[in-house]
């Protein structure tokens, strides 16, 4: 389950990228005064690259905005060098109108929902539906339902798709009357290898292993004895964890000249390492609503670490 499947090494992929990447970034305001479309200016929020080497990201992007430049024949979004920011960097920014798009999950969202274009929400293929997250353990062990788990030992798979997993585990422990996750379990820790998530429970070193299902699923076509010997004791509401998004009032020509670019991403050639890195194969364009089942999930967890935790600050 590597991040990156190519032929070049790691090294090889990440100094290839920021080569071509210098001399990206120049100042737009030149081609302001030229009379073009304002540039929409884009942060990625570090959030949504969990288990993938940032260097390697801030590369693979940068290489892509200048290859948008030249197949368009002019700029259509600027940012700058780190591309990537933290939560609280990128809420003030869009709060501020400095930042036109960005990419973020589901908490940040959450804080920035009502500054949010409506009809321009740009997700992965696979998210389309939402996607699902499963709680497994062996077929042998005494745990019938959730709430057995109390005391147990949980290892999760450390991805990108799994940033609402603490909020889907925290609604379950509220609904079942349960304390905050730190109390409950054991311990919990993670892995960025799908083997050493699903594993460890395989030969009784875990008690319980919580990965994305499509992982899962994956999991089981390579090893079938898997999905013999493990069982699901939790499946989540079908969840869209990460999306790009745009500040209400953003320019619509440059809006939808950069959207159109994200939609043909596979055609060039830094688009497909931006695909590679995300582990999908095409983006989509949706409307703010179909987000409202995952922030209903968001807000209600934002509840129970209230009662916990006296007042939850969002994502760090």
């Not at 997700?123 to 339902?145: C, R, T």
């Not at 290892?155 to 905050?180: K, Q, T, Y």
Request: with cysteine; glycine share 6%.
């Amino acid at each position: 389950m590597k991040l990156f499947e190519q032929r070049s090494t790691r090294r090889q992929f990440s100094s290839r990228l920021t080569a071509a990447a210098a001399g990206l970034l120049v100042p737009s305001f030149a081609r302001l005064c030229a009379g073009e479309e304002p540039l929409i200016h884009i942060a990625i929020c570090t959030t949504t690259i969990a288990g993938a080497n940032i260097s390697d990201a801030r590369a693979a992007y940068l290489v892509w905005l200048r290859e948008i430049a030249r197949f368009y024949g002019k700029r259509t979004a600027d940012t700058d060098p780190e591309v990537f920011i933290s939560p609280d960097e990128l809420i003030r920014g869009v709060r501020s109108g400095s930042i036109d798009g960005f990419g973020a999950t589901a908490l940040e969202l959450e804080k920035l929902v009502d500054i949010t274009e409506p009809d321009a929400v740009v997700i992965q293929d696979y998210m389309a539906g939402g996607m699902e997250y499963v709680l497994l353990v062996h077929n042998s062990s005494p745990f019938k339902k959730f709430a057995d788990l109390r005391g147990a030992q949980l290892i999760s798979h450390l991805h990108r798709d799994m940033v609402l997993m603490p909020a889907w585990l925290g609604n379950m422990l509220s609904a079942n009357g349960l304390p905050e996750a730190e109390r409950f379990f054991a311990s919990q820790k993670q892995s960025d290898k799908i083997n050493r998530v699903v594993l460890p429970v395989f030969f009784r070193r875990a008690d319980a292993a919580c990965l994305a299902r499509h992982d899962w699923e994956t999991a089981v076509e390579l090893n079938p004895q898997l999905g013999r010997d493990l069982r699901t004791l939790a499946i989540s509401p079908k969840l869209i964890p990460i999306g790009f998004f745009f500040r209400k009032n953003t320019n619509p020509g440059s809006r939808r000249a950069l959207i159109q670019s994200i939609q043909s991403i596979s055609s060039l050639t830094a688009g497909q390492e931006i695909i590679a890195l995300y582990q999908s194969h095409s983006f989509l364009v949706t409307t703010l609503a179909a987000m409202n089942p995952t922030l209903d999930l968001v807000r209600q967890f934002i509840r129970f670490e209230g009662r916990h935790a006296g007042q939850w600050k969002g994502p760090a």
